[in-house]
């Protein structure tokens, strides 16, 4: 007797469409109000504790729900992670956006941006620890919805440099995305004993001292010429003019 495999394939179809129209359909009032619980319980575990370090289980407790549910609304813990970063850095994005969009010129740009950036590690170091070691490390990272939000926030180095660039504070032939890697790599490094509460740093201190080491390796080739020039007459001036006093005394 021959079985047809047709009918099984076609209750799966509706299966498939189903759980997926599901998954489209807006959250009544009671189920957003629930979401948004769950992810305010996400959002201090992984924060104290890491995404390593936390457990569905913990989340749910502090909700008062049972695990299951958590996944009804959130399919894997890497889903609701990435859901807790995106909630993290979207103000994160609009505020440096809006302080971007009050000043003018390049130094005050950068020096806004790195100001900014550095509050993130002294005010929010759960956040940074999560990013940084457990979140892009992953093979995953590239294709997440957490590294579109990263380049966001980050794209308003490339927009300082271009702007200052078309405005000519700066030649046309800078690398955008060598210095994009450097200003964030560099504070990175500069931050990480700041990450596990060896250090302490001002950050008006640091946001200063380190917008005048990137401007420095921003100025052009000729300029930092022109400057050691002048620095060496100063010196040859100033060498001449002991001398002459020697012989006059």
């Known amino acids: 007797m021959k079985i047809s495999t ?7 179809e509706k299966a498939d469409k189903r759980a997926t129209d599901s998954a489209l359909a807006p959250l009544s009032e009671r189920r957003q109000r629930r979401a948004n619980e769950i992810l305010a319980a996400a959002r201090e575990v992984f924060l104290e504790k890491g995404f390593q370090g936390t457990s569905v289980s913990e989340i749910a407790s502090r909700v008062g729900i049972v695990e299951g549910l958590v996944f ?3 399919p894997t813990k ?3 992670l990435h859901e807790v ?3 993290l850095y979207e103000p994160l994005i609009r505020d440096v956006g809006e302080g971007y969009a009050r000043l003018r010129g390049l130094r005050a740009r950068l020096r806004f941006i790195i100001w900014r950036h550095v509050r993130v590690y002294v005010e929010t170091p759960g956040l940074a620890k999560l990013v940084l070691h457990e979140v892009r490390t992953g093979p995953e ?3 997440s919805g957490l590294h579109a939000l990263h380049v966001r926030y980050t794209q308003y180095v490339r ?10 504070e700066l030649g046309a032939s800078v690398d955008v995305e060598f210095v994009r890697s450097m200003l964030y790599g560099g504070l990175e490094h500069l931050m990480w004993p700041v990450l596990f509460g060896t250090q302490r740093v001002d950050v008006e201190l640091v946001a200063d001292r380190y917008t005048d080491l990137m401007l420095r390796g921003l100025q052009p080739a000729q300029e930092l010429r022109e400057d050691n020039m002048e620095s060496r007459l100063a010196r040859l001036e100033a060498l001449v003019t002991k001398a002459t006093q020697r012989k006059s005394s």
């Not at 047709?6 to 799966?12: F, T």
């Open 6 to 12: 047709k009918r099984p394939r076609v209750k799966s």
């Open 72 to 74: 009804s609304y959130f």
């Open 78 to 80: 890497r889903d609701l």
């Open 85 to 87: 970063l995106r909630e």
């Open 141 to 143: 990272y590239t294709s």
């Open 159 to 168: 927009l300082a440099l271009e702007d200052a660039a078309r405005d000519g």
